[in-house]
């Protein structure tokens, strides 16, 4: 049946497919999901080849549904795939790239592996402070998670150095930056517990 797919496959195909995939994703229809992104993949392989950038987005869509199972080892290789297409097609100082990095950077925290972790969190960050600002939702997303990190591991000087650093830039920016409140949240009860500080920014 996938050969007779293959053969009739329109460069339309992996677009709705994941589109769907996506959409039984948020609705928890985790199988459904996973057998509209394969067939997704093998559409787009075989129309563009394997190490094609276009394929990265549905490799990490991919990536995405098997960390969320648990299923960590395949999520890895699939994640490493895609930020290895990312840098080869993108460079290394690209957004998409950092994206990948902290996809990276969640599964190793999620399995524990801190400096791992820690490593991939500080690659991404530099790229997004380089090319989309300090300022930007996704630079100062990684930043809470990186201290978030740090507080994890017992690093509680810089986890509030770099709480405070971001949410000096994203009390700025209330409400625009959807960050602000879970910053918030989190640098004040870092202080709270390691610091014995009053609560920064009150309310919005």
Request: proline share 4%.
């Amino acid at each position: 049946m996938m050969g007779k797919i293959l053969r009739f496959a329109h460069p339309d195909m992996p677009v709705c497919y994941n589109r769907l995939a996506i959409r039984h994703y948020e609705n928890g229809n985790y199988g459904e999901a996973e057998i509209l992104l394969q067939k997704c993949l093998k559409i787009e392989e075989y129309l563009l080849g394997k190490e094609h950038p276009d394929i990265a987005a549905t490799v990490n869509n991919l990536a995405v549904l098997y960390a969320r199972q648990g299923r960590n080892g395949e999520a890895e290789r699939l994640f490493r795939r895609g930020l290895a297409i990312e840098e080869r097609y993108m460079g290394t100082d690209h957004p998409d790239t950092a994206a990948s990095i902290n996809n990276l950077a969640v599964l190793y925290e999620k399995q524990g592996r801190y400096r791992e972790a820690e490593s991939f969190f500080r690659r991404g960050l530099v790229i997004e402070e380089n090319t989309l600002g300090p300022d930007h939702p996704d630079t100062t997303a990684s930043m809470n998670n990186l201290a978030v990190l740090y507080a994890k591991q017992g690093k509680h000087e810089k986890a509030v150095s770099l709480f405070q650093k971001a949410w000096n830039i994203v009390k700025k920016a209330v409400p625009h930056n959807p960050n602000a409140e879970i910053i918030r949240k989190n640098h004040n009860s870092i202080r709270r517990k390691f610091c014995g500080t009053k609560e920064a920014g009150g309310s919005f």
